[in-house]
């Protein structure tokens, strides 16, 4: 369509009409034409009114028709050179002059763009990688880089400059893989992130999906592992994590496999990289500038990922494997991660966080039986729960060895000599209802000195160790679990189980872990008796002879270990643990302790008796009855026990337990009879002589009626197998001794004597008494008047009564 032509009369000189296409040039000639014979008109109407206008209007329209001939002109050459064939000459000349330009600069441009490009290309992926930029856009510059730097490296005169920049694109490159790999390693972000990465890592390693997968599984795999060697203090929270990250793989896979990794690597193949958006935004590689430069190659490179390789029924496949390899893997891992594990709770925590992950989530891991798994879950926590109580049940041993330490201490001290009224500060603090003051009479009463609360505290450090089991079973019972499996329907073994999880986690679990503990506390107990055992023959049995110190430690110690076993139970209606301390253990150890005791009093009592014979002292006064009978104990008896006892507290009123307290009183019983039995044969000799000694004594005599009336009072006996003549006054003051002797040893056997009141060796000897001097019920009376003042003195020897 032509445009509209101007006006001519507008135009400030001729050249002004040719700025317009030559139809609108024809357009203003004819305009001029008409406008010409217009004005032709016009002048023959004003020639009449001015000549002279006429003539200078004459000329002007002369001089316009040779410049109307001289537009004419050129609008011929104008449309003559307008033809097709003249167009096409002038292009050709002007591409061939093109191309000649281009021959003459290309290789210099191509150089300074290609290395322009390839100088940027670090700086771009360091700033992207810093700035958290997209790693497929920086895969897609590396792929770039490496084109440029081929293209460079094949120049003649190749600068050093392009080495060192390709070192700096491989550290970038094995930057960027770790980024990758990192990326790939954890379960959080979203699949577009995962997918990206996965791109960008068959991008920059020419991976098919094949190889990505197994790359993925492999990166996932060791961090899980890594996940499991981080150490003990988060136990709990890097197995769970473990874990996690292995169901979350199968998923990951499941849900980007094959499918949406082959849709993103199809679009790689839509266009060039140069012409990628993301690439072509990055302004520090001016492709505007450099693109028609950088060369074909790298110009018109396109991907060519082989996104199809990988099928729906490999990727399955792989999976399966992967998973059976990773269940094995972290079962591994988490067992070499509890190796150095010695804490209940977190071994506890960490059997339940698993358990209860893998519950919630195990069954949609593919290629894997949910219900072997939890088996193998639960048997290696429990096994190691086990393995830790029994580990410390081993560890009373550490008892024995200090009890030894201090028994070969010279610092071993009596405990006994503390004092209850002094030993306990004025200003000592009673808040707290008076606990640490009560606490420190109650040590002081039991002999607890700082040797003897030292073993007994780390015996308390074991017990607790072992009872921390009581919480942790009372967690598993308490626990409350599902009682199906989720769907498996793969997993025919399912339908064969037998219990519930409830059943399995909440009741045989903790059950087996009872057991399991009390049989460690039953094993490490009959270690530790046998021990005790040899370590009461050294002190029993010492060459040296015994050192009483030792045992009265040893007995401490064993008496307050005795009180807290039966405190070893997970259950109050548990069968109590048998005592390693039995009778026949501590015998030696209380016979020795005994025998120590009882012999200085015997000695002394010994003494005591033989004194007591030279003595003319007449005690009838304190008798009573009729016939009088003693009432009372002599003061040799009454020292005899008084001394005995003292004795006894002298090392300390705790140590006097009744198995104790009847071995002192078979030692006593035992080593008296000799003194008493020699006392009595003593007294049945005294003042007495043999009959052929007296009839001498009468022929001798001043006078016969003197030596008939001495006859007359003598009295005739036996005793030892021989007979004696006894004079009235000796008979009277040996039957007084004798009926004392008598009540001295049915009072002291009150005390010392059979506890279950059977006869015994001294009711042998009261027997074995003359019935003249001691009748039957002489004999009765005794007794019971023996009997009533024991009563009334018995709180005298408390520790015997």
């Known amino acids: 369509m032509t445009a509209e032509a101007p006006d001519p009369r507008t135009f400030t000189s001729w050249e002004d009409a040719f700025q317009y296409p030559i139809p609108v040039v024809r357009k203003l000639e004819q305009q001029l034409r008409s406008n010409a014979d217009e004005n032709r008109e016009k002048l023959r109407s004003l020639v009449g009114a001015s000549y002279r206008s006429l003539l200078d209007t004459a000329e002007t329209i002369i001089d316009m028709e040779v410049r109307m001939e001289h537009v004419e002109g050129t609008l011929a050459r104008v449309g003559h050179n307008c033809n ?35 100088r940027s290309s670090p700086v771009v992926m360091t700033r992207l990688m810093h700035s958290a930029g997209s790693y497929l856009s920086i895969a897609k510059v590396l792929v770039i880089s490496r084109l440029l730097h081929k293209a460079l490296s094949q120049s003649a005169d190749k600068p050093p400059l392009v080495d060192q920049l390709w070192e700096r694109l491989l550290s970038a490159r094995r930057r960027l893989i770790k980024r990758i790999e990192k990326r790939m390693g ?36 060791e961090n899980s592992v890594k996940l ?72 018109n490179y396109t991907p060519w990922p082989r996104h199809d390789e990988l099928q729906r029924a490999d990727a399955e496949r792989i999976l399966h494997q992967w998973s059976r390899q990773a269940i094995s893997a972290f079962l591994k891992g988490t ?82 000599g503390l004092s209850l009224w002094g030993t306990y500060p004025k200003s000592a603090d009673i808040s707290n209802g008076a606990q640490a003051f009560k606490s420190t009479l109650v040590n002081i009463h039991q002999g607890r000195d700082n040797s003897v609360v030292g073993i007994v505290s780390a015996f308390d450090a074991w017990a607790d160790s072992i009872l921390e089991v009581k919480s942790i079973v009372k967690s598993m019972k308490e626990a409350r679990w599902d009682d199906t499996f989720a769907d498996d329907v793969d997993d025919s073994d399912d339908d064969d189980l037998g219990d519930s999880k409830q059943t399995l986690l909440s009741d045989d679990d903790p059950r087996l872990l009872e057991e399991a503990t009390q049989e460690a506390l039953a094993h490490a107990l009959q270690n530790l008796g046998k021990s005790f055992g040899q370590i009461i023959t050294q002190v029993t ?34 069968t109590l643990l048998a005592t390693p301390f039995t009778p026949a253990l501590l015998k030696p150890l209380h016979k020795a302790l005994a025998s120590h005791v009882a012999h200085p ?54 140590l006097w337990a009744p198995l104790a307290v009847e071995e002192i009183k078979s030692s006593a019983i035992h ?59 000796a008979a009277e003051l040996r039957d007084g001794k004798l009926k004392q002797a008598v009540f001295d040893m049915l009072y002291i056997q009150r005390f010392i004597g059979n506890p279950h009141h059977t006869p015994d060796a001294i009711d042998e000897m009261v027997n074995d008494v003359d019935r003249a001097a001691l009748d039957e019920n002489s004999r009765v009376r005794l007794r019971k008047s023996a009997a009533d003042y024991a009563k009334k003195t018995y709180l005298l020897f408390a520790l015997l009564a």
Not at 190 to 200: I, P
Not at 350 to 371: C, F, H, N, Y
Not at 555 to 563: A, F, K, M, Q
């Open 541 to 574: 049995e010492c060459d040296d002879g015994i050192d009483v110190l030792k045992i009265c430690f040893v007995l401490r110690v064993t008496r307050e270990i005795g009180e807290r076993i039966p405190k070893l139970k997970l259950q109050d209606r548990a």
């Open 671 to 729: 080593s008296v009879l000799a003194p008493l039995k020699t006392n009595l044969d003593a007294i049945k000799q005294l003042a007495a002589a043999p009959a052929e000694d007296q009839k001498n004594e009468k022929i001798n005599g001043d006078s016969a009626g003197a030596g008939e009336q001495k006859m007359d009072t003598d009295a005739e006996e036996q005793v030892n197998g021989k007979k004696v003549v006894a004079t009235a006054a």
């Open 84 to 118: 097709s064939t003249t167009l096409d000459r002038i292009t050709s000349s002007a591409v061939r002059l093109d191309a000649h330009i281009r021959s003459r600069d290309q290789e210099r441009y191509t150089f300074a763009s290609q290395l322009a490009v390839l």
């Open 335 to 416: 067992k070499d991660a509890l190796e150095n594990e010695t804490r209940l709770k977190e071994v506890s925590s960490l059997r339940q966080d698993l358990i209860e992950t893998w519950i919630m989530s195990g069954p949609r891991m593919a290629g894997v039986k949910s219900a072997n798994v939890l088996d193998d879950l639960r048997d290696m926590m429990n096994n190691h729960l086990e393995d830790i109580v029994r580990l410390r049940s081993q560890t009373l041993k550490t008892v024995v060895v200090e009890l030894s330490n201090v028994l070969n201490s010279p610092t071993l001290t009596q405990s006994s």
């Open 228 to 299: 499991l060697q981080h150490g003990s203090d988060e136990l709990a929270k890097h197995g769970t994590s473990a874990l996690r990250l292995c169901i979350q793989t199968c998923l990951d896979t499941q849900a980007i496999f094959p499918r949406r990794l082959a849709e993103s690597l199809a679009k790689l193949k839509a266009h060039p990289l140069i012409q990628d958006h993301d690439v072509r935004a990055l302004h520090e590689l001016n492709l505007d500038i450099h693109d028609r430069w950088i060369g074909e190659e790298a110009r």
């Open 601 to 654: 009093s015997m000695d002394a009592y010994a003494k005591a008796l033989a004194t007591g014979l030279k003595s003319k002292t007449d005690s009838h006064i304190l008798w009573e009855g009729n016939p009088a009978l003693p009432a009372q104990p002599s003061p040799s008896a009454v020292r005899y026990l008084q001394s005995m006892t003292k004795a006894m507290a002298a090392y300390g009123n705790d």
């Open 186 to 221: 954890t379960s959080e972000g979203d699949y577009a992130d995962l997918v990206e990465s996965m791109c960008a890592y068959a991008l920059i390693t020419s991976s098919t999906p094949t190889d990505v997968l197994h790359h993925f599984h492999k990166i996932r795999l």
